[in-house]
Nanobody, 118 residues
């Protein structure tokens, strides 16, 4: 059974930065595409960033337009960790952030709350 534990969220002022971490355990193959999703109050969960690593070690990343240039996704396959560096945060980035696999998400973790407010 796959499990995800997200951490690193918190309260930050607009323009600030946070780094989210996700520890994955269970039957996760290193070549899975991993992503960070977020869900704001009264909104649907959306994918904000994804990263794919292949058996040769090649990486590719994709970002939602709303976070492009501000967020950076990375992964450490040896530890099965996924990270999301978030810079220049905006109030509209406020949400619970989750990590999971793509294209088919596994069990969802608890997520980590990110609140951007002055």
């Amino acid at each position: 059974q796959v499990q995800f534990v997200e951490s690193g969220g918190g309260l930050v002022q607009p323009g600030g930065s946070l780094r989210l971490s996700c520890a994955a355990s269970g039957r996760i193959a290193n070549f899975y595409t991993m992503g960070w999703y977020r869900q704001a109050p009264a909104k649907q969960r959306e994918l904000v960033a994804s990263i794919t690593s292949t058996m040769t070690g090649a990486l590719s990343t994709n970002y939602a337009d709303s976070v492009k240039g501000r967020f950076t996704i990375s992964r450490d396959n040896t530890k099965i960790m996924v990270y999301l560096q978030m810079n220049t945060l905006k109030p509209e980035d406020t949400a619970v952030y989750y990590c999971n696999t793509l294209p088919t998400p596994q069990n969802w973790g608890q997520g980590t709350q990110v609140t951007v407010s002055s």
